[in-house]
């Protein structure tokens, strides 16, 4: 399981609180906390979307570092892409915010 920084940049802090910021998201992250490592398809009929769009928001988890992927083989040769929830555990304070917003890297457009 990958982890996530304790003291996350501002960029950092910013995709991951957008990837958070769905529903989907939300349940797909709870889906891989309560039950572990699945695959795609497998994770597509557990929370009721659709691979391809389970897809997208996997890959919007993953950006953000919330997710991690691995590509294993099954016992009849199938590529599985196997997602699990990476350890993102921090601090969300006005005062994490403050340093986080220090080092964004975006600029604010008017």
Not at 43 to 57: F, T
Not at 93 to 108: D, Q, V, W
């Amino acid at each position: 399981m990958s982890s996530f920084p304790k003291s996350p940049s501002g960029n950092q802090l910013q995709a991951l609180l957008a990837a958070l910021a769905n529903p989907h998201r939300l349940r797909i992250v709870a889906a891989l906390a309560a039950g572990g490592r699945n695959y795609v398809s497998q994770l597509a009929r557990e929370i009721g979307i659709s691979r391809p769009l389970l897809h997208l928001h996997l890959q919007k988890l993953e950006d953000a570092g919330a997710v991690t992927s691995k590509l294993e083989l099954s016992k009849d040769g199938k590529a599985l892409n196997y997602y699990s929830v990476a350890d993102f555990a921090f601090e969300l304070t006005p005062e994490a915010i403050a340093k986080a917003a220090k080092t964004l890297t975006e600029k604010l457009e008017d």
